[in-house]
């Protein structure tokens, strides 16, 4: 089953960075998880003096990789599709 999480970017009216916070949505599909994370912005953090930006993301239900991966992978970040 597909989750998804939301991203929130919380800043002040000086544009002060105020930190992220996370948040796991119950929706099970892209559209529905955007509603739900513009209706906890508008519920929690937009407040006076504060503004927030948000990002949907959808998480996979796998929570590892087929593969183990290698030195330079883990390194870099950079990941190759090898399987």
Same mark, same amino acid.
């Given at each position: 089953?597909? !989750?998804?999480?939301? +991203?929130?970017? $919380? %800043? #002040? /009216?000086?544009?002060?960075? !105020?930190?992220?916070? +996370?948040?796991? $949505? %119950? #929706? /099970? ?10 209706? $906890? %912005? ?42």
């Amino acid at each position: 089953m597909i !989750r998804f999480i939301a +991203v929130f970017h $919380l %800043r #002040s /009216t000086y544009l002060a960075n !105020r930190g992220f916070k +996370v948040h796991a $949505l %119950r #929706s /099970t599909n892209h559209p529905d998880a955007y509603l739900e994370a513009s209706d $906890l %912005r508008i519920e929690q953090f937009d407040k006076q003096g504060q503004y927030c930006n948000f990002t949907v993301v959808e998480i996979d239900d796998t929570p590892r990789a087929p593969r183990r991966l290698t030195w330079l992978e883990r390194i870099t970040g950079n990941f190759e599709r090898r399987y």
